[in-house]
């Protein structure tokens, strides 16, 4: 049968999104799989000399020597260790301080300037004065990771929810919840996308922090690692430990945005109506 | 083709054949086949998630159907069930959004047509929701649509400002002519506003019956009456039996 009717179309609609997912896989690998090629080409052809960069199956190769002897793991539980503490002490205060600071007009007025102040303060200026206060120990390093932490977690967590649908909140007080169980079931999920913004902002500024605190006077980790391999020109170790900096931000990444995935599950089935 | 059908053909706005919807396992439309003319009101009626939400957003090319045939006009604007206004923009350039600069006498001149010259100004937070409706319909009509769709324009508003928006539709579609399908629960607007009505029920319209009363319509007219009693039994709304809603409502 014909349908074809003059002057009509067939609407246009937007495709469902998705491709398949190895596709989507192959698409996004392709990226790094050519930085990784140009490393090699750029090595393996002289242009860049051992002395400058090591080329990646050196380093390859050096990885599997400081992990057979046991400097790796240790570098890595440490250094892992000091940025996780620093990470869940920093969001744990910037959440606090957001939620009140968004929710609570009275929190705003107390908290909103004093951290806008704060957040102007570079944290790398206070490494010093760190070391003054609180040692040379895990003490200064923790804490200062944790200011950096602490501030984009703020902000974000206090714009997500001042954003939060004031109709919603509103209803929710009509049906006679308190402040704290409109806080627990409707201001924090509403602004858990921004609290996930904040996370993975802070995730990545953990791991700039943490090479900031292992500047200061280290015995372990992965800035030691490093401190040592600059004295004695090994590039394939520096360049080791600026890569496993990157997957260690990387696989903080991906497994914050597994969770967003659990605990966001109204978002999955998202349509528009 | 032969001569008829596309002579018969060439007065629609609307053609779909067979279209279908799945939802996981469940069709929602189970092959609708429709036909509106142009310049046609087409009410369509049906119980809560029968799908007439689905099939005016095929219709207007926000969703894929799952199969069959839709054929449309290239220009069709939806009024949804909520204004959609951008909070960004004023009245007036909500009206005329993606228009160009020119558009703005033409912005204008719709806004009056709602009764909301006055407004043109406003951001759309401070207007009432009758208001913000309004402005949705003036957005809707400045694209001079050969198809217009409804999705329950009226279903937030008060019962009075209901009626006033109902009296607007009918003056501007008659002025305008752009083929119609509004989508309702109410049975009495669908019966004062229609030229012709549709029921879905399980995926297929189960009734559809031109209106042939003269306008204006008295809802006192018996066969207004009558024609409402056959409408509400086949959307499943027994009227001996009980209170229904929609005789409680009023
Ligand atoms: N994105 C979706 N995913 C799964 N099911 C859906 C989706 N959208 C709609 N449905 C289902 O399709 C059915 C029809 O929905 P639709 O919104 O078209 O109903 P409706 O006739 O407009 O109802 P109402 O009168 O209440 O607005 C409903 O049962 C709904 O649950
Ligand atoms: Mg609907």
């Not at chain 1, 391999?229 to 090994?234: E, I, M, N, S």
């Not at chain 2, 001569?3 to 706005?13: H, I, K, M, T, W």
Request: charged share 20%.
């Amino acid at each position: 049968m014909s349908t074809a009717v003059q002057g009509l179309v067939a609407p246009n609609p937007p495709r469902a999104a998705g491709r398949a997912p190895a596709l989507t896989f192959a698409l996004r690998a392709v990226g790094p799989l050519l930085l990784l090629a140009a490393w090699y080409a750029a090595t393996a052809s002289g242009v860049l000399t051992e002395d400058v960069l090591a080329g990646p199956q050196d380093v390859l190769k050096t990885f599997g020597e400081l992990w057979a002897d046991g400097q790796l793991p240790e570098a890595l539980r440490v250094s892992v260790t000091r940025a996780g503490l620093g990470l869940v002490l920093g969001a744990s205060t910037g959440l606090l301080l957001g939620v009140v600071s968004g929710f609570t007009r009275l929190g705003e007025e107390l908290v909103d300037s004093s951290m806008q102040a704060l957040r102007a303060i570079p944290f790398l200026a206070l490494t010093s004065l760190f070391v003054v206060w609180f040692g040379i120990e895990e003490a200064s390093k923790i804490l200062l990771i944790g200011v950096a932490c602490t501030f984009p977690m703020y902000v974000n967590v206090s714009s997500g929810v001042r954003n939060v649908d004031r109709k919603v909140v509103e209803a929710a007080r009509s049906f006679g919840l308190g402040r704290l169980a409109i806080a627990r079931e409707v201001v924090l999920p509403g602004a858990l996308p921004s609290v996930f913004a904040g996370l993975r902002l802070a995730t990545t500024l953990s791991v700039i922090a943490l090479i900031a605190a292992e500047e200061i006077n280290v015995t372990a980790g992965l800035g030691y690692l490093m401190a040592r391999a600059t004295d004695y020109l090994r590039t394939d170790i520096l360049a080791l430990c600026v890569l496993l900096y990157a997957v260690i931000g990387l696989l903080a990444d991906l497994t914050l945005r597994l969770i967003e995935r659990v605990t966001m599950p109204w978002r999955r089935a998202v349509s528009i109506r | 083709m032969s001569p008829e059908v596309s002579a018969e053909s060439a007065g629609l706005a609307v053609r779909t054949r067979g279209l279908r919807k799945v939802f996981g396992e469940r069709a929602v439309l189970d092959g609708v086949d429709l036909d509106v003319r142009r310049g046609e009101f087409l009410a369509l009626l049906g119980a809560s998630g029968t799908g007439k939400t689905t099939l005016l957003r095929i219709l207007a090319g926000l969703d894929a159907a799952t199969g069959g045939t839709v054929l449309v006009p290239p220009v069709r604007t939806v009024v949804f069930q909520e204004p959609r206004l951008i909070p960004s923009k004023r009245a007036l350039a909500n009206v005329v959004i993606g228009q160009g600069r020119s558009a703005r006498a033409k912005g204008l001149a719709a806004l009056a047509e709602v009764g909301l010259s006055r407004h043109a100004d406003a951001w759309p937070a401070t207007l009432s929701g009758g208001e913000a409706q309004r402005v949705a319909l003036a957005r809707a009509l400045v694209r001079e649509p050969e198809l217009l769709l409804l999705d329950e324009p009226f279903a937030a508003l008060d019962a009075l400002t209901r009626l006033h928006m109902q009296d607007l539709i009918a003056e501007l579609c008659a002025r305008h002519r752009p083929a119609v399908v509004l989508v309702t629960h109410d049975v009495e607007e669908a019966i004062l506003l229609a030229d012709r009505i549709a029921v879905l029920r399980e995926g297929r319209f189960v009734t559809d019956l031109q209106v042939g009363i003269d306008r204006p319509r008295d809802r006192t007219d018996p066969v207004f009456v009558e024609l409402r009693r056959r409408l509400l039994a086949d959307l499943g709304v027994d009227s001996h039996a009980g209170t229904p809603r929609e005789e409680v409502a009023r």
